[in-house]
């Protein structure tokens, strides 16, 4: 019986826990090395360097502007705890948006993430090749030529070259371990998340010896709207704790796990973000952050002219490397398994969705995620990237909410080992602040993700309509049955 565009569009994927259609991954990742994963796809450079854009916006009520970021994050993955939970399969908000609000809301939602991870990749993979050579020059006194160490595409006053090559390779190493296996990626980013962890303990250890109480006068001076832009800047450096429910399918017992890692994450970003803050407007005049002669926003530069020494600052621009590392593998990793599950719907081709026998890992996904960012990492600067990556995650983490509520509504006898607390003002106010970072973004970056979701659409109408799996009423029979 013909089906009409009406109801292929609000059409909703039957949950099931037990058996998927289509493919299915290796569950071999524990709690732990799922929690690194959600940290360690968070805390990268920005951290490192947010504080020069976000101070001059907000002041000292910096520290406020961290807490509302944290608040939208924090709730967000409260949701996102209890849908994971419930719902223990790969495609993070995706897969979820299609069990809970139907096929159109999922592809919208699709468009979201994959700009929020596949930027992201792009970006951080640009900032890599920065502290990379700014890291060779503080070691051996050398850097690469600018000619490999930037983009061919102009900037602003930025220098141009022919192609950032250190973003280059830092995108094909990360493929080579996701290629290898997720156990294997996941086990180098918890090495990876410890050292960078430690690096900012130590920040903040030697910002507190020049702490001085009275540099958080005129705590407010900014407003309102001050604390809202500076929010909306800070937002990005919470991007990434979503990661940790794009791993579904490859966490041994999910229903407990996956809760667990969330929070886990959650609970150490936002207290590490806090100390970091905290340290680092008590350790400088508010008026050097907005000083672009003195560069002096960057946790490093704030140590050298504590200590007077060059050495802490090196062991941050250490960090700094380290910590986009692991940033860029864990998000192109989410990037695959959203894709991964997407093709197994067979929204795009399910070649996304073919799993190596012996890696049990999607290679030519992989290859193709890692290709594409490196093209643009290689080509294209990080100041188009930056600002279009927050606008697709808060659109996201809304959604999520909103699934929250949606799922108790219609699925009210659906297991779910982890509750949402405070229901449903919980969900509800998640999505009010989700609205309200979205606030202090501009307009541009609204019309670029307006362009971005059109050609997504298109696509999906041309495409992605006619081939979805819902469309084989048989398949996806045993399936609601297991």
């Known amino acids: 019986m013909a089906v009409s565009l009406s109801e292929q569009l609000k059409r909703r994927k039957p949950i099931a826990t037990k058996s998927i259609a289509g493919e299915e991954l290796s569950r071999n990742l524990g709690t732990f090395s799922l929690m690194m994963f959600g940290v360690g796809a968070t805390v990268g450079t920005g951290i490192f360097f947010v504080l020069q854009e976000a101070v001059p916006d907000a002041g000292p009520a910096v520290i406020v502007a961290f807490l509302i970021a944290g608040l939208a994050a924090g709730l967000s993955a409260i949701c996102y705890a209890e849908m994971a939970s419930a719902i223990p399969v790969s495609g993070s908000t995706y897969s979820y948006t299609y069990h809970g609000l139907g096929e159109l809301v999922a592809v919208i939602i699709a468009a979201c993430v994959l700009l929020e991870y596949g930027v992201a990749a792009s970006a951080v993979a640009v900032g890599w090749s920065g502290y990379f050579n700014e890291l060779l020059d503080k070691t051996i006194g050398h850097s690469l030529p600018q000619a490999l160490s930037y983009a061919p595409i102009p900037f602003e006053d930025a220098p141009s070259g022919i192609i950032n090559l250190p973003a280059v390779v ?67 450096s919470f991007i990434g704790l979503d990661a940790v429910a794009t791993a579904g399918e490859e966490v041994k017992n999910p229903q407990k796990a996956l809760p667990t890692a969330i929070i886990g994450a959650l609970a150490i970003v936002v207290t590490v973000y806090l100390l970091v803050a905290f340290a680092g407007v008590g350790a400088q005049d508010i008026e050097e952050f907005s000083n672009p002669d003195q560069q002096s926003a960057g946790l490093s530069v704030i140590l050298e002219n504590i200590t007077g020494s060059a050495i802490p600052g090196t062991i941050l621009a250490a960090g700094a490397v380290i910590s986009v590392f692991s940033v860029t593998l864990v998000t192109l990793y989410g990037q695959t398994r959203i894709l991964f599950a997407m093709g197994r719907d067979r929204i795009i081709s399910e070649k996304f969705a073919e799993v190596n026998p012996r890696t049990m890992t999607p290679v030519f996904n992989t290859i193709v995620v890692c290709v594409v960012v490196a093209i643009i990492a290689g080509l294209v600067p990080a100041g188009y990237l930056w600002d279009t990556v927050s606008i697709g995650t808060l659109i996201a983490f809304s959604v999520v909410a909103l699934g929250v509520i949606v799922l108790r509504q219609t699925n009210p006898d659906l297991p779910r080992p982890f509750k949402v607390p405070g229901y449903p003002v919980t969900p509800v106010l998640t999505i009010v602040i989700c609205l309200y970072v979205l606030y202090g973004i501009s307009p541009i970056t609204w019309v670029v993700f307006g362009i971005w979701l059109l050609v997504v659409l298109a696509f999906y109408f041309a495409w992605g309509r006619k081939n979805a799996r819902l469309n084989d009423p048989e398949a996806m029979r045993e399936v609601s049955e297991s």
């Open 170 to 236: 830092l995108v094909f190493l990360c493929c080579l371990l996701l290629i290898r296996g997720a156990s294997e990626s996941a086990r180098a980013n918890t090495i990876m998340v410890l050292i960078k962890l430690s690096v900012l303990v130590l920040f903040v250890v030697i910002a507190i010896t020049a702490f001085q109480a009275d540099r958080f006068d005129n705590f407010f001076g900014s407003g309102f709207h001050g604390v809202s832009a500076a929010a909306a800047v800070i937002f990005f």
